[in-house]
T-cell receptor, first 117, second 109 residues
């Protein structure tokens, strides 16, 4: 089946620094990638949708300048948390959907645990 | 607007008992409904979708448009079914997935 990877799997950074998280589709081309945030024991909240080669569409309440998303190729999307603060600590999950598959299925990455100290 | 509600945060049953995880939705058009499962320390994975009308690991789910429900059922629960289950809805083709709050299922021996 389709595999999505994320790197790193966990990261600790100091307040005020920036962190980049990568999401890759390993065996298929992902025209659309999604970024979610998940708090402990809570559901996934969609942060933004990114289509390859175009600007990401952010959900209401998500700061575009803080969570920079780039989807420069059909297999890679990145999420950069700029000037991170402790409240940005969370589990970030990406998913990817392939092109022309006729299915709406999204394939999920394993997630990245971000801790901001 | 699309919304998914899973009324039970926690559900505990004994092995061999039937289990039903409830999911209700609101959407004005024709939605596509999914059940995702997340086992401990693993990634979220698709369990089943309503258009496939399939049974996966003994689980089935029927879309009831009249009641706007998509409950997940299994006649005989197994310990390995213990996991977090999310119901999700997608509206128009290519649109976003909306997840319910999730139900933590525990199957006791």
């Amino acid at each position: 089946g389709a595999v999505v990877s994320q790197h790193p799997s966990w990261v600790i950074c100091k307040s005020g620094t920036s962190v980049k998280i990568e999401c890759r589709s390993l065996d298929f081309q992902a025209t659309t990638m999604f970024w979610y945030r998940q708090f402990p024991k809570q559901s996934l909240m969609l942060m933004a949708t990114s289509n390859e080669g175009s600007k990401a569409t952010y959900e209401q309440g998500v700061e575009k300048d803080k969570f920079l998303i780039n989807h420069a190729s059909l297999t890679l999307s990145t999420l950069t948390v700029t000037s991170a603060h402790p409240e940005d600590s969370s589990f970030y999950i990406c998913s990817a959907r392939g092109a022309g598959t006729g299915t709406r299925e999204q394939y999920f990455g394993p997630g990245t645990r971000l801790t901001v100290t | 607007a699309q919304r998914v509600t899973q009324p039970e945060k926690l559900l505990s049953v004994f092995k061999g008992a039937p289990v039903e995880l409830k999911c209700n939705y609101s959407y004005s058009g024709s939605p596509e409904l999914f059940w995702y499962v997340q086992y401990s320390r693993q990634r979220l994975q698709l369990l089943l979708r309503h258009i496939s009308r399939e049974s996966i690991k003994g689980f089935t789910a029927d879309l009831n448009k009249g009641e706007t429900s998509f409950h997940l059922k299994k006649p005989f629960a197994q310990e390995e079914d213990s996991a977090m289950y999310y119901c999700a809805l997608e509206g128009a083709s290519g649109s976003r997935l909306t997840f319910g709050e999730g139900t933590q299922l525990t199957v006791n021996p």
